[in-house]
T-cell receptor, first 110, second 117 residues
Framework: ELKVEQNPLFLSMQEGKNYTIYCNYS?????LYWYRQDPGKSLESLFV?????AVKQEGRLMASLDTKARLSTLHITAAVHDLSATYFC??????????FGTGTSLTVIP | KAGVTQTPRYLIKTRGQQVTLSCSPI?????VSWYQQTPGQGLQFLFE???????NKGNFPGRFSGRQFSNSRSEMNVSTLELGDSALYLC????????????????FGNGTRLTVT
């Protein structure tokens, strides 16, 4: 079974700082997704990464995918409070199943 | 455009009972997936339906079942509830089975929070 590991599980960072969340997965896949979940809310799609070397950016968030290393990163630039949420990566296998990471709970401190 | 709608939002049941959860996908979406979210196990895949057919099933016991109707609405049923079934159950829809479309992420509903006592 495909395993997806995220780290760190918890991240507390000051406003204005940069940080990276890592997502490692165990078997070959060329489709990786990032989602955001606010407390009590559902998951919101952030990025879809479909090939090796893919890079997507939206505001202060940038996601990348290295399929050879089986690694995706979500980089946060100059964090602001509004980015506080739980971030999940998800890897899709050839059978259409999504496997989610454990999530990274991000708290941005003023 | 209305999002994915799940009902009810909250449920409290006792052990041994059975429960049915409902999901209405985004209009035009034909693929519906179900996930269980718990603090200990995270998000785990239950099953996926497309055109009324179950295409994929996760590693859950047979007490968990589902179905999809001709209008793409879906229900999941859990029989003989156990305390460990307490969780947030999330439904997600997509235009096509996710892999067939290059830009078809899952769109999630707000979930049904099930508490088993």
């Amino acid at each position: 079974e495909l395993k997806v590991e995220q780290n760190p599980l918890f991240l507390s960072m000051q406003e204005g700082k940069n940080y990276t969340i890592y997502c490692n997965y165990s078997t070959t896949s060329d489709r990786l997704y990032w989602y955001r979940q606010d407390p009590g809310k559902s998951l919101e799609s952030l990025f879809v990464l479909l090939s090796n070397g893919a890079v997507k950016q939206e505001g202060r968030l940038m996601a990348s995918l290295d399929t050879k290393a089986r690694l995706s990163t979500l980089h946060i630039t100059a964090a602001v409070h509004d980015l506080s949420a739980t971030y999940f990566c998800a890897v899709q296998n050839t059978g259409n199943q999504f496997y989610f990471g454990t999530g990274t709970s991000l708290t941005v401190i003023p | 455009k209305a999002g994915v709608t799940q009902t009810p939002r909250y449920l409290i049941k006792t052990r041994g009972q059975q429960v049915t959860l409902s999901c209405s996908p985004i209009s035009g979406h034909r693929s519906v997936s179900w996930y269980q979210q718990t603090p200990g196990q995270g998000l785990q895949f239950l099953f996926e339906y497309f055109s009324e057919t179950q295409r994929n099933k996760g590693n859950f016991p047979g007490r968990f079942s589902g179905r999809q109707f001709s209008n793409s609405r879906s229900e999941m049923n859990v029989s003989t509830l156990e305390l460990g079934d307490s969780a947030l159950y999330l439904c997600a829809s997509s235009l096509e089975p996710p892999r067939s479309s290059y830009n078809s992420p899952l769109h999630f509903g707000n979930g049904t929070r099930l508490t088993v006592t």
